[in-house]
């Protein structure tokens, strides 16, 4: 019988590659569908494949190189993607809390080390730094609630700056003493921070002029992306020269080129794409291969893994709840500091694989096995803990301060102009283009006479000739029912690889303002219900979409039923798409029936009747979303449902819209539906890095074994 095993672990360099290649690809997915963070995933697909899981791959020569190579970039990055401008206006605040943040934990941990698991202080030092440090993991969470210019944000971004920098600056101090000649006598300690001044100087003075004068002369992509890189290394090398760790090299030079590659450039884009494809993964799986994972069955180990925990996350909690008792702060933004300031990632394991290759003189290391697992498992720990309070604060926090927005505001107050308005029409099939044109029409503001845009994009496949064709006769159908309206509109057959991709680059080419996509008839399978690239669109879009079927003559509709999710009117998006049902109504000249609480309700009746007295609104309380159902089942086949939505991680999302697909082919079986996705805060995900992988599962892997098991549990 073949024993696949004898093969293991694999030599050949191709196949290994091949390996790595496919753990970077899949780990994602992988990790999106079981919501674990990704860094940690590649951490965890080390540990599979490594000689302490089923040991496919040796950690050979290969791993040394580009782990090293990946842990210097993501300490450059760190320092490359620092809001120097924000701490720069906070200084005194943020040195404050930054001290705060390093010291607390510092402290707390190096007393656990010595006294409670009897480390070394060498071991102790390195140890407190890891706790001190931490990644600001949840700053995407943030920035989907708009709160990336909030003072707490800007405090809390730059206190990680000031942690992970002292705390590299003692590690550096720290393995330098270990490791260098003279690190027992009296004199090291002055001799280091001389040295560390003098290394200071010299490339505070020696890169800038170098970055300008290269940047001016030369801009050709890939020698721009040599130079920063060869920056990087130099920074690093000259700081091992003098004794130093290089990762304290990678993260000042990082620093100092910061105001030289904007975050949103090429060259950053670059910088990031390169790290994130291959140097970074690459190191997060030689770490895993580290990890011993049968030792946690251990109870030392074990005891070793609570005690990491327990004293990191008391010492970040203290510093953030202290600073917000000295900042007469609220409680809300006390926990919003807590929960950005509390995980650790990326640093974390840079520092700990330093202490890996240190080694006492008893044959022992800094960072030993039991260590890294607990290392290794606190990071796990604090990211969850990091996304769920950051998440519930900035929910809470968004919450508060639009309660009170409301309260001093009326509709009168609402701007509803919206002057950025410019409609992209996405079409595809000739029986329904000339609908959603039709409801482009009716929802558009005449008074501003801005035109449509029409888009058909097509696959750049074999067949792109006659797609092309085909895509331009559509679009001629598109503009001859536009002209007949006399209303302008612009139309574009687009190539790409991936039709979602597509619409995206072209909403974002045209600056739109939101998009009007048509749903497709499928099956009852609610994987397949959005269509082949809905999903995609309004998860990667942080505007307005609506996704509408409309297979029944507007002209024939009585009556518009809306159902609208708690907390709606706290996005920013709440008077956006009311203004389009309003405009849709009044073309139409049919009742709007809305569905939604009582606070909802009496914002949306406040608006309609102010600047929309024509329109026939009915107001029917729907206490919770669960009575969406019935709302749907009750809709009569003359009348338009329209359902209200939010995108994961918003104000007004609940985890029972994951069942909306479901709950729509169950419980609607009229011919007219229209599903909104409100504005949100927050940047197109392309700006996130490798902290927050922009790929991210709709459908957990938890939700697809609740779902299994709820049907197997019907047919029983």
Not at 116 to 133: D, G, P, W
Not at 600 to 627: C, D, F
Not at 659 to 677: A, C, D, Q, V
Request: aromatic fraction near 10%; include cysteine; charge should be neutral.
């Amino acid at each position: 019988m073949f024993d696949i095993t004898s093969h293991f672990p694999i030599t050949s360099p191709t196949i290994a590659f091949f390996v790595v290649l496919m753990i970077i690809l899949i780990a994602p997915i992988v990790m999106s569908k079981l919501r674990i963070p990704h860094i940690v995933g590649m951490v965890l697909a080390g540990v599979v494949i490594g000689k302490y899981g089923l040991n496919i791959l040796p950690r050979d020569s290969s791993f040394e190189l580009f782990g090293r190579v990946g842990l210097l970039y993501i300490i450059f990055l760190a320092g490359l993607e620092m809001d120097l401008e924000g701490f720069k206006k906070n200084i005194r605040s943020v040195g404050i809390f930054g001290l705060l943040t390093f010291l607390v934990p510092f402290v707390i941990t190096y007393v656990a080390g010595i006294t409670v698991l009897h480390y070394s202080a060498l071991s102790s030092l390195l140890l407190s730094c890891i706790m001190a440090s931490n990644t600001l993991i949840a700053y995407p969470i943030v920035a989907r609630y708009g709160l990336q210019k909030h003072h707490v944000t800007t405090l809390s971004v730059g206190a990680s700056m000031i942690a992970l920098f002292t705390s590299l600056v003692v590690v550096a101090a720290v393995v330098g003493a270990r490791t260098g000649d003279g690190g027992d006598t009296w004199y090291y300690w002055p001799l280091f921070f001389v040295k560390l001044v003098a290394y200071c100087a010299l490339m505070l003075y020696a890169i800038p002029r170098l970055t300008r004068t290269f940047l001016r002369h030369y801009s050709d992509s890939v020698m721009q992306y040599i130079f920063v890189l060869s920056m990087m290394f130099m920074s690093a090398a000259l700081c091992e020269l003098i004794g130093l760790e290089g990762v304290l090299g990678a993260f000042f030079s990082g620093l100092i080129l910061n105001r030289f590659i904007p975050t949103m450039s090429p060259l950053m884009g670059r910088i990031e794409f390169i790290g994130n494809a291959l140097f970074i993964p690459y190191f997060l799986i030689g770490v895993g291969m580290l990890i011993n994972i049968r030792m946690l069955l251990q109870p030392e180990v074990l005891f070793i893994v609570l005690v990491i925990v327990f004293v990191g996350t008391l010492g970040k909690a203290l510093a953030a709840y202290a600073s917000c008792i000295t900042f007469r702060m609220s409680w809300l933004e006390g926990h919003l500091m807590f929960g950005l300031t509390s995980a650790h990632a990326a640093g974390s394991i840079a520092m700990s694989m330093i202490g890996v290759s240190v080694m006492f003189a008893d044959g022992s290391y800094i960072v030993d096995e039991a260590m890294m697992n607990g290392i290794v498992i606190m990071i796990l720990f604090t990211c969850i803990l990091s996304t769920v309070i950051s998440e519930y604060s900035a929910r809470e926090l968004v919450l508060r301060e639009e309660k009170d927005r409301l309260e001093h505001s009326s509709s009168r107050d609402v701007n509803t102009n919206f002057d950025d308005e410019k409609i992209l029409i996405p079409v595809k099939y000739p029986e329904t283009c000339d609908t959603l044109i039709s409801l482009a029409i009716m929802m558009r503001n005449s008074e501003l006479n801005r035109g449509l845009i029409a888009l058909n994009v097509v696959y750049d496949d074999n067949d792109v000739e006659v797609n092309q064709r085909r895509g331009q006769e559509i679009l001629r159908q598109v503009a001859h029912t536009a002209n007949a309206a006399d209303v302008r509109i612009q139309t574009q057959v687009r190539l790409a690889t991936n039709i979602g991709n597509g619409i995206r680059h072209a909403f974002m080419e045209y600056d739109c303002s939101e998009i009007i996509l048509g749903l497709h008839i499928h099956d009852n399978s609610n994987r397949v219900f959005w269509g082949e690239f809905a999903q995609s669109v309004f998860n990667n879009l942080s505007r307005q979409i609506i996704i509408a079927r409309c297979a029944q003559p507007f002209s024939t509709l009585r009556a518009i039923q809306v159902a609208v999710p708690s907390r709606a009117e706290y996005e920013p998006g709440f008077y956006r798409w009311l203004e389009r049902l309003c405009r849709l109504a009044k073309a139409l000249e049919c009742r709007m029936v809305f569905h939604a609480t009582l606070t909802t309700l009496s914002l949306i009746q406040l608006y309609v009747e102010n600047r929309h007295p024509h329109v026939r609104g009915e107001y029917v309380e729907m206490a919770k979303w669960i009575g969406m159902p019935k709302v749907a089942e009750e809709t009569p086949d003359d009348n338009m449902l329209v359902i209200i939505t939010a995108r994961q991680g918003t104000v007004s999302y609940k985890a029972a819209l994951d069942k909306l697909p479901e709950e729509i082919t169950e419980h609607y079986h009229g011919s007219n539906l229209m599903i909104i996705f409100p504005d949100q805060y927050g940047p197109a995900p392309e700006t996130f890095t490798f902290t927050s992988i922009q790929h991210k599962e709709q459908v957990s892997a938890y939700q697809d074994l609740r779902n299994w098991l709820v049907k197997l549990w019907a047919k029983l």
